[in-house]
């Protein structure tokens, strides 16, 4: 008579699971509250500059919504094909997309303000790559970047691989305790360098945020 498998549940595991989606929601409702205030705020802004035309002209409004388009532009190349764009990019394009709104109602002044903003979004993800490539190696099929960097430590003895998978080559191996930076993701794997620049892959159930 076989026996059937037992099951073991990792109780600690699921607890921790439970809170850090408890703590995602709870971020993400305050992301969002932040950033409906500055949606507001952006409106008042261009409204007001609806009632002074004479803060900018057509030609310059055109100009900096041109400028705009071409640095989104060069955002999106610069990630790389086989990764999503950064945040930024959507953030940038939604920005341009208003300015030429306010362009075509001829409120120029606030048409240049919000195509100062996507360029300000479009310089953040240019920086925000750069500290990517900082993680080591060119970006991934499916990878994609934290909004910032994450200073996590190991929660244990660890294993750092090559690549986003158990399969591949072991690099490097560290102790329990040791703090690393975060640049992405690929599914349940994360990129990761350590203070000794060396950078590698490890499972997300072995890192947590530094104590």
């Known amino acids: 008579m076989s026996r059937q498998p037992v099951l073991v549940r990792d109780t600690a595991l699921e607890q921790r699971a439970a809170r850090l989606e408890l703590k995602v929601l709870e971020q993400d409702a305050q992301v969002a509250e932040l950033q409906s205030r500055l949606d507001d705020a952006r409106r008042e802004v261009v409204r007001s500059m609806a009632k002074l035309q004479s803060l900018a002209t057509r030609a310059e409004a055109a100009s900096g919504m041109a400028e705009a388009e071409i640095a989104l532009q060069a955002l999106r190349s610069a990630n790389g094909s086989n990764s999503q764009p950064p ?8 920005l341009l997309q208003l ?23 479009a310089a953040a993800g240019r920086g925000r ?29 660890a294993n750092v691989r090559e690549g986003p998978g158990a399969g591949f080559k072991v690099v490097f191996t560290l102790e329990g305790g040791t703090p690393l930076v975060a640049y992405s993701y ?23 945020r530094r104590q």
Do not use: C
Request: hydrophobic content about 30%; charged content about 25%.
């Open 87 to 94: 945040p930024e990019y959507a953030q940038g394009t939604q």
């Open 99 to 121: 300015s030429t709104a306010e362009f075509d109602q001829q409120n120029y002044a606030g048409a240049l303000y919000l195509s100062s903003e996507a360029k300000n979004a």
């Open 129 to 157: 790559v750069a500290s990517n490539d900082r993680g080591g190696g060119a970006m991934r099929k499916g990878e994609t970047p934290f909004a910032l960097p994450l200073r996590l430590q190991t929660t244990g003895r």
């Open 186 to 208: 690929v599914d349940q794997w994360v990129r990761i360098k350590d203070d000794g620049d060396r950078s590698g892959w490890i499972h997300q159930s072995l890192i947590d």
